[in-house]
């Protein structure tokens, strides 16, 4: 079974998704994106050729999991407020 190298989480209650990239030896986190262009900036920081292709192209090589696709903020409460 074949793993995307680069894995952005699940959005975090508080807004913002970790993105870790697998290696080896387990996952390395690479920081806490909370647009598009941290990730961007974060696979630069890595050495990866062509982050804005790999982010914004549908790229394989992430794993967009439990959430939407470049979804940053979580969902607020639904039901009625007091």
């Excluded at 793993?3 to 959005?11: E, G, K, T, W």
């Excluded at 630069?44 to 470049?70: E, I, K, N």
Aim: zero cysteines; aromatic letters at 4%; glycine letters at 12%.
């Amino acid at each position: 079974m074949h793993h995307a190298p680069v894995v952005v989480h699940r959005i975090l209650p508080s807004g913002g998704r970790l993105v870790t990239l697998r290696t080896p030896n387990g996952e390395e986190s690479l920081g806490l994106a909370r647009s598009d262009e941290d990730v961007i900036e974060f696979l630069r920081r890595a050495g990866m050729p062509d982050p804005d292709d790999v982010v914004l192209g549908g790229s394989g090589l992430l794993d967009w999991q439990g959430d939407t696709p470049h979804a940053y903020e979580a969902d607020p409460p639904t039901g009625d407020l007091p």
